[in-house]
């Protein structure tokens, strides 16, 4: 029983870390695209795409549940995103809250106006319910939260151990293919970000 119930637990730490690596990867590489995609820079356009696509297509499935008005959606969003990025303010929200938010409110828009052709059968509460479903301000400030706390307590770590974690979390690299770019044994590799999790779990636990 004792060795299931610290299974679940390392389980439930391991999401959350996942989690708190994302969201502190994608929001640390979205705001300089955001930044030059306000400069007409299309490549960042392209960059941004890649990197928020499959999760903001979700967002629109689940509130429009037929993929042909998703993915409408998301052009449409996009196209947003392109003519309105200087509107971003990183003070205020983080990248992927704002973009989540644009592509929220289109989703709306679209069955909104779908209500009206009869192609969806939705109430105005339902679409006033799935409205309110933006980040609140108390979550907005548990996530601004959690990216400090991811800075500090990657600052503790030593050096090998951060940059180990660093190319397998925010990079997506394998055990492996962290050795081979470090030019290191793998066993120390996997050590290193063994220790490197351990260390953050200690550090996180107030926000776990």
């Given at each position: 029983?004792?060795?299931?119930?610290?299974?679940?637990?390392?389980?439930?730490?391991?999401v959350n870390l996942?989690?708190?690596?994302?969201?502190?990867?994608?929001?640390?590489?979205?705001?300089?695209?955001?930044?030059?995609?306000?400069?007409?820079?299309?490549?960042?356009?392209?960059?941004?795409?890649?990197?928020?696509?499959?999760?903001?297509?979700?967002?629109?499935?689940?509130?429009?549940?037929?993929?042909?008005?998703?993915?409408?959606?998301?052009?449409?969003?996009?196209?947003?995103?392109?003519?309105?990025?200087?509107?971003?303010?990183?003070?205020?929200?983080?990248?992927?809250?704002?973009?989540?938010?644009?592509?929220?409110?289109?989703?709306?828009?679209?069955?909104?106006?779908n209500k009206h052709?009869?192609?969806?059968?939705?109430?105005?509460?339902?679409?006033?319910?799935?409205?309110?479903?933006?980040?609140?301000?108390?979550?907005?400030?548990?996530?601004?939260?959690?990216?400090?706390?991811?800075?500090?307590?990657?600052?503790?770590?030593?050096?090998?151990?951060?940059?180990?974690?660093?190319?397998?979390?925010?990079?997506?690299?394998?055990?492996?293919?962290?050795?081979?770019?470090?030019?290191?044994?793998?066993?120390?590799?996997?050590?290193?970000?063994?220790?490197?999790?351990?260390?953050?779990?200690?550090?996180?636990?107030?926000?776990?």
């Amino acid at each position: 029983m004792v060795s299931k119930l610290s299974a679940v637990l390392n389980f439930k730490v391991n999401v959350n870390l996942n989690r708190l690596f994302w969201n502190f990867h994608i929001n640390t590489e979205l705001e300089p695209l955001l930044a030059q995609i306000a400069n007409q820079h299309e490549p960042s356009l392209k960059r941004l795409y890649q990197l928020t696509n499959a999760n903001l297509f979700a967002l629109a499935l689940r509130i429009l549940q037929q993929r042909d008005l998703a993915e409408d959606c998301l052009q449409l969003a996009f196209v947003k995103v392109w003519h309105n990025s200087q509107q971003f303010n990183a003070t205020k929200a983080k990248p992927i809250t704002w973009l989540n938010a644009i592509v929220r409110n289109q989703a709306l828009d679209l069955l909104r106006k779908n209500k009206h052709q009869k192609m969806h059968d939705t109430s105005d509460e339902t679409l006033a319910q799935l409205a309110d479903q933006s980040p609140s301000q108390e979550k907005q400030v548990s996530l601004a939260q959690e990216q400090r706390a991811i800075h500090t307590c990657l600052a503790q770590l030593k050096e090998n151990q951060r940059q180990c974690l660093q190319l397998a979390y925010f990079d997506g690299l394998a055990h492996p293919q962290v050795a081979a770019q470090l030019n290191l044994p793998l066993g120390s590799v996997k050590t290193w970000i063994r220790r490197g999790l351990l260390g953050l779990r200690e550090c996180l636990t107030h926000i776990i």
